[in-house]
């Protein structure tokens, strides 16, 4: 197989990708379904992300008002709830950016956008292991040179403490479980507070094990890094100085509000939650730790980092503005990250709109491509 465009990797990135360079607008016809090749293990762009929702209770999305998958930002998914519940609230929400869609509106708005776009008949199930630099492309793990390749391979996997992989009382947040009537909760970030709430509405006393108090925002990437003035900032600073930040920004946090605030207050009152620095001896062992963080971890961006002898700073490849990897991207052929391993172009990579701006940017190049 041999092609144009290839997407590695079947996530909400790779959903986000190739919506994006399926449209047409004034000017611009889009690509075809059959110039783009999709290579995945399961053809459902939320087959991880769902169960992973479920998880943890999950209801709302914590997403900016334009986390959405479409390719333009507007009109996202506040203008089509104020449609349907003939309501301006959604939109003024949007406005001041505190819109958060249901998760059963988000998975409806996925599927929708599936269906829309083609992306089924684009879909290859196949695993790709390398990528390899060649004249004229990249080979991909012997399914064919492509000119135009977006890596978008999503979290390498969930973190558990050393100390605590083999412990049986232990349960990673991200995967199916009930509740004990005691239950230690490790971790300190948006998914730790969650299962707090929800093993207190369980009716289960809970103690939140941390060693630093989590920053209260509504995101996790200051919203100032979203405009062109902050990005361009950001994308002036040192190797050291950018990875110090990306360290920063991956701290734990949550969002403010009484929402989270009362009933950890009110259950404390009751003798039902409680704050340690270590574990104790709880039933239930849930680790909100997240996922394990670096390019190291991926097999496929480590390999490719050590044949390539690709620019790294500790646990980020080095990318261009773009997001695509200056050493192997030139005006015929562009090698580009998407989601998580894209933070390096832009710290809030693993959102939706990150996910969207690693998006149009691919398309670009592959639009200013002399050989398109």
């Known amino acids: 197989m041999d092609g144009r465009v290839a997407i590695v990797g079947s996530g909400l990135g790779g959903l986000v ?30 087959a991880a992300w769902r169960p992973r929702a479920a998880a943890i209770r999950q209801r709302r999305m914590r997403s900016e008002s334009d986390g959405h998958c479409l390719p333009r930002s507007f009109p996202g998914l506040a203008v089509r709830e104020s449609l349907r ?26 599927e929708e956008v599936r269906g829309r776009s083609g992306w089924d008949s684009s879909f290859a199930a196949a695993t790709v292991e390398r990528v390899r630099a060649v004249p004229g492309g990249f080979e991909l793990d012997g399914h064919g040179v492509f000119r135009h390749v977006l890596l978008a391979p999503g979290h390498p996997g969930h973190a558990l403490p050393p ?16 509740y004990a009537d005691s239950v230690a909760v490790v971790g300190a970030g948006m998914a730790a507070a969650t299962e707090w709430l929800n093993a207190l509405a369980a009716g289960a006393k809970v103690v939140s094990v941390r060693r630093r108090e989590p920053a209260r925002r509504p995101l996790n990437v200051d919203r ?25 920004l991956s701290e734990p946090s949550y969002p403010p509000g009484r929402a989270w605030d009362e009933p950890l207050e009110r259950a404390g009152r009751e003798g039902r939650f409680r704050v340690v620095a270590e574990l104790n001896g709880a039933e239930q062992v849930i680790c909100a730790t997240g996922f394990r963080r670096g390019f190291q971890h991926d ?3 480590r390999r490719l980092a050590d044949e390539h002898t690709l620019g790294t700073a500790e646990r980020w490849l080095v990318l261009s503005p773009d997001a695509t990897v200056p050493a192997l991207t030139d ?25 969207k701006y690693v998006a149009r940017r691919f398309l670009r190049r592959i639009e200013r491509c002399p050989t398109r």
């Open 17 to 46: 990708a190739y919506a994006t360079l399926r449209h047409a607008s004034p000017g611009r016809r889009g690509l075809e379904s059959a110039e783009i090749t999709v290579f995945g293990h399961d053809p459902d762009p939320v």
């Open 331 to 355: 005006a015929s052929r562009t090698l580009s990250l998407a989601g998580v391993p894209a933070q390096w172009a832009y710290p809030a990579a693993d959102t939706l709109v990150g996910m």
């Open 85 to 110: 519940r003939l309501t301006p609230t959604p939109l003024v929400l949007s406005v001041c950016d505190r819109y958060r869609p249901s998760v059963t509106d988000f998975l409806s708005h996925v």
């Open 163 to 178: 100390e605590l992989e083999d412990d049986p009382r232990v349960v990673h947040a991200y995967e199916p479980h009930d």
């Open 224 to 248: 100032t890094l979203f405009s062109k003035r902050g990005l361009a900032g950001f994308h002036a600073t040192g190797s050291g100085e950018r990875a110090d930040l990306l360290r920063e």
């Open 299 to 301: 097999p496929l961006l």
